[in-house]
């Protein structure tokens, strides 16, 4: 059992590695695309509009760039969900 674990425990951190190793724009569309897949297009809106004002609350810009990689993985993991449970 602690070979699982510790198995488990690398996989989390490579993929950990990998994704802080990204561009923003790509977090941005990876994250609302698995969101909108399990949750619907509510989960991608709210969560990029949500990142955005944190990032304006904290001292940053409202960068419409980020918002459109939202998007774009909105519409796609939205698409997918509907293709798989039929509904939004």
């Known amino acids: 059992m602690k070979k699982i674990i510790e198995k488990i425990k690398r996989f989390i951190l ?8 990204l561009d923003d724009k790509l977090k941005h569309t990876i994250v609302c695309l698995i969101g909108s897949l399990f949750f619907g297009y509510g989960f991608g809106l709210g ?17 419409w760039w980020d918002i459109a990689a939202d998007m774009v993985g909105t519409i796609i993991g939205g698409m997918v969900h509907y293709l798989i449970f039929g509904n939004n």
Request: aromatic share 24%.
């Open 14 to 21: 490579t993929v950990w590695a990998w994704f802080t190793g």
């Open 47 to 63: 969560a990029g509009i949500a990142a955005e004002y944190k990032d304006k609350a904290w001292g940053g810009k409202w960068d």
